[in-house]
């Protein structure tokens, strides 16, 4: 397991990805918007790059919760990882679910938000490695 204070620069670094996954998901909302006059769709692929962003922040606090609770034992981290993912998963289902469903959000304007919300901690996170 890595040290303390490189678990405290990876955390920062996960939540600089947040919040660039939640600045640019207001962006995406406010280009879809002036392309196509249409506040469904922005607000669609708003709620598709928020979900994605919520996912981020769900990994960074899961990530957290697991180095407080676990003894390194390698089977209690695999369990902290295992857990995590499942609840991660759940929410970005029933946050999907609940857009698509629920308040009848253009399905592809929400996929296509949640796609982009998606890539941007990737290449985010290039860019920092080639800093």
């Excluded at 469904?40 to 709620?47: D, Q």
């Amino acid at each position: 397991m890595p040290g303390l204070s490189e678990f405290a620069k990876e955390k920062k670094q996960g939540y600089r990805l947040v919040e660039i996954q939640v600045a640019t998901a207001l962006m995406l909302a406010m280009s879809v918007y002036f392309y196509t006059q249409s506040w469904n769709i922005a607000s669609a692929s708003l709620w598709g790059a928020l979900t994605a962003a919520l996912n981020g922040l769900s990994l960074v606090r899961g990530l957290e919760k697991i180095k407080k609770n676990q003894n390194y034992q390698p089977h209690s981290v695999l369990r902290g990882v295992i857990r995590n993912s499942m609840e991660r998963f759940f929410v970005v289902v029933l946050s999907l679910f609940f857009a698509m469903g629920g308040l009848k959000l253009s399905a592809a304007a929400v996929l296509c938000g949640f796609v982009v919300g998606l890539v941007v901690p990737i290449v985010a996170r290039i860019l920092m490695i080639k800093r």
